[in-house]
């Protein structure tokens, strides 16, 4: 039977859709691999976008070096901690590559990592639940030293690596840390980090020291491997640039030490010290206190100025120098004269010398300048003139910025409106400088009168290309005085320091000449007022060393500090000039003053000799003699013959009779043993150091089996004792009150111009010696 055939509707329908779809899909696969393209996209660029890798390849800042090459600050090798949590990473169950325990790998790395566990489960448990390959742990997982990073891998905690990063280090610790400043690392917009100057020359100079990332470009397959003989596009990183400074490390280090020493003995409230070259301008030290440490930010307060440059400041009675060397230019100064000092009247306004105004009757203008008088500058302004002086002012630089090569520097402010303006500026007060501004101007006092502009950028250079971008070399910023001026300026300021009256006795050294000017400057309040009390100024020191031929020039300001009953506040700017100046000096290898004349004598045997004559023949050659006896014959000797001895040394003879107990001041332990050993007599050496005192004078007889005991100093301890004994009868230039007493004060009057500066030194002022 012929069945009949029906048509499926159905079927031709479903026929037609499955065969136009294969037609369309036939016709787009056609159309991509004609085009290459979907939707406008590059299919090539899609799929090397998905398989293509890039690495940034970071950069090295430059490092920051002084003078000699030795670092100062540079970047160091560390790590950051990182958890992958995808559990895809891991190819092998013996094998994970993600973490797997969440809070045992917490548990493990709070204690590294000094953060909470619940912390770091918190951030694990979060990159978990958002599907994030891997998570980081903020700070506390960056700068991982190397040996930390090894404890670390010892703990094999799975998923948890550890990538290469670089840490900005300053291996000096708290030194120039306002100069040189800091760098942090900061996240950029596309989660890099980058290291970032943001103080100083850190700041100052990034651009530069920053350098230029470069990038590696490879491809790899689905799980991040390397394809096999794919190729990989290298563009190297360009490292920053070095920034050489002017700055020497020992002398910083020296400033460093000596400004510690004070800041925890006297705490004050600031410090500014600037070593630089007169010469040739170049800054070798520069420091404030309180100060940081760069590599923690600890100790760094709301002030960010490098005080050196950017605080003005009363400049107190160093300004006395500048004056002093405008008059001798000018043919102004005898220093043979005499004056009234005690106090000086001009129009409404007195002044008065800084002992309350009682001065020290009729003296020499040199001996008024050695004392640091007030009115010895008044009378010397009359006979230089007040325009005159204002000239020289601005010759020597002062209320103009010097351009040295750091930003934010002050210009200070000189007034010269009224009359009493000029008065006041002759001796320091009123208006205002900068250190580095003191610095300049000494400078034509200690190069012969040539000013020498000062500068801490020694060259800037890319230690790979070898290409210096900057260098810089001394330039002269003027000609204010004379060659023959600025010897004589230095030899009457060598005078403040060796006089008997001089205001800056404290300041000597042992085997350097030393030309300087001490100031105590007021110090405004909060309310525009100055402050008030023994040691509420600025104490300051302007010196150079040797004073025939300057090497070193230095500024010392000392703010403020909390001082014993017996010191004035000469003692800490002393105390830190005093040993920056004499191991800077010795460092250099500068001879010291005595060095060419120093005599020697090659010692006989005088055994059996009469003492007198070989007393009278050593004498003659410049040694003391001390014969331990009554006797006449020499029976030992120290040294002992064929020794040499310098020009000044003490030779010991042994003589039979009664001991003759000598003065031991200055004894070393050495020739205080040697003379137990001859004489026979027994001393009792307490201390290290030179002999200072003993308990029995010299001459006095020696009761037998008794001892003499002898106190030892240390040369620190004996200079701490010269600057509290011996001060009577030298003025004291500390605790008296401004001595300008106003009576009808122009109008607009500043209240700076209205009172005197207080000069101190290390004497104790009349009345007190008369308690």
């Keep these: 039977m012929k069945k009949k055939f029906r048509f499926q509707w159905g079927a031709f329908l479903l026929f037609l859709v499955f065969a136009g779809l294969f037609f369309l899909l036939t016709a787009r696969i056609v159309t991509i691999q004609a085009t290459g393209s979907v939707e406008g996209q590059e299919l090539a660029a899609r799929a090397a976008a998905k398989y293509s890798q890039e690495e940034v390849l970071t950069a090295k800042r430059g490092k920051i070096l002084d003078r000699n090459g030795e670092v100062i600050a540079e970047d160091t090798l560390t790590y950051k901690v990182v958890a992958v949590v995808d559990e895809s990473a891991t190819q092998k169950a013996s094998n994970p590559r993600h973490v797997t325990d969440v809070e045992h ?36 997982g960056r700068e991982i030293s190397h040996t930390k990073m090894l404890e670390m891998k010892e703990e094999k905690l799975p998923g948890v690596l550890f990538v290469r990063d670089l840490k900005r280090l300053y291996p000096n610790g708290s030194f120039a840390s306002h100069l040189i400043g800091f760098a942090l690392k900061e996240e950029q917009k596309d989660g890099q980090m980058v290291t970032k100057g943001k103080m100083g020359l850190e700041a100052i100079h990034d651009e530069v020291l920053t350098g230029k990332n470069g990038k590696m470009e490879f491809s790899t397959d ?26 020497d490390k020992t002398l910083q280090n020296f400033l460093e030490d000596a400004m510690s020493s004070v800041q925890e003995e006297y705490s004050p409230k600031r410090m500014i010290a600037v070593i630089a070259d007169p010469k040739t301008g170049e800054i070798l030290g520069m420091s404030q206190r309180p100060t940081f440490n760069p590599n923690t930010r600890e100790g760094l307060s709301d002030n960010w100025l490098n005080e050196s440059i950017e605080l003005t400041i009363e400049p107190g009675s160093p300004m006395k120098m500048f004056t002093l060397a405008s008059a001798i230019e000018e043919g102004k100064w005898d220093p043979d004269a005499y004056y009234e000092s005690g106090t000086y009247t001009l129009l409404d306004r007195t002044i008065g010398d800084h002992n309350s105004g009682r001065g020290w009757g009729s003296i020499t203008f040199l001996e008024g300048f050695q004392r640091s008088s007030n009115v010895s500058m008044a009378y010397l302004l009359e006979r230089l003139g007040p325009e005159n002086l204002m000239r020289y002012i601005d010759a020597f630089g002062f209320g103009e910025k010097t351009g040295i090569d750091l930003p934010n520097e002050a210009s200070g402010t000189i007034l010269d409106k009224w009359p009493i303006d000029r008065l006041t500026m002759s001796y320091g007060q009123g208006s205002t400088v900068t250190p580095v501004q003191m610095i300049q101007a000494a400078s034509a006092i200690a190069n012969d009168g040539t000013m020498m502009q000062p500068y801490v950028i020694d060259q800037i250079k890319n230690p790979d290309t070898g290409e210096v971008t900057k260098k810089s070399e001394p330039t002269k910023a003027g000609n204010p005085i004379s060659a023959k001026t600025a010897k004589q300026v230095r030899e009457i300021l060598a005078s403040t320091v060796t006089s008997e009256a001089g205001s800056a006795r404290g300041f000597a050294l042992q085997d350097y000449t030393v030309a300087g000017k001490t100031g105590t400057a007021q110090v405004p309040g909060e309310n525009g007022l100055y402050k008030t009390g023994r040691n509420k100024y600025l104490f300051s020191f302007l010196g150079m060393a040797p004073a025939e031929d300057p090497e070193l020039l230095i500024y010392i300001g000392v703010q403020e500090p909390e001082l014993p009953a017996d010191e004035y506040g000469s003692v800490p700017v002393a105390k830190i000039f005093t040993s920056v100046m004499e191991n800077g000096l010795k460092y250099m290898n500068i001879k010291p003053k005595n060095a060419e004349t120093v005599k020697k ?12 004559k070989v007393a009278e023949q050593l004498t003659a050659k410049g040694l003391k003699v001390i014969s331990t ?10 040294p002992q013959a064929g020794e040499t001895i310098v020009e000044g040394g003490t030779v010991i003879l042994k003589t039979a009779g009664e001991t003759a107990l000598p003065d031991f001041t200055a004894w070393s332990k050495r020739d205080l043993l040697a003379f137990q050993s001859l004489s026979g007599i027994s001393l009792e050496i307490v201390g290290e150091g030179y002999a200072a005192s003993q308990s029995l004078t010299p001459g006095s007889a020696i009761t037998e089996g008794e001892p003499v005991v002898v106190q030892m100093l240390t040369p620190e301890e004996s200079f701490q004792v010269q600057m509290t004994d011996g001060m009577e009868g030298i003025p004291e230039e500390e605790t008296a009150e401004p001595e300008v007493v106003p009576e009808t004060p122009p109008a607009d009057e500043s209240a700076e111009g209205e009172s005197a500066e207080t000069e101190q030194n290390e004497q104790a002022p009349a009345e007190d010696s008369a308690q």
């Design 105 to 140: 790998t917490a548990e493990v790395l709070s204690d590294y990592l000094d953060t909470p566990e619940d912390k770091l489960i918190s951030i694990l448990n979060s990159g978990i639940e958002k599907d994030r390959y891997q998570v980081e742990f903020g700070v506390a």
């Design 222 to 247: 689905k799980w991040g491997f390397l394809l096999p003989n794919s190729e990989s596009v290298v563009t190297p990183a360009v490292d920053g640039s070095n920034v050489q400074l002017t700055l």
């Design 601 to 612: 004598a090659e010692l006989e045997d005088y055994t059996g000799l009469e003492s007198a």
């Design 629 to 638: 006896g009554a006797a006449s014959k020499v029976e030992g000797q120290y």
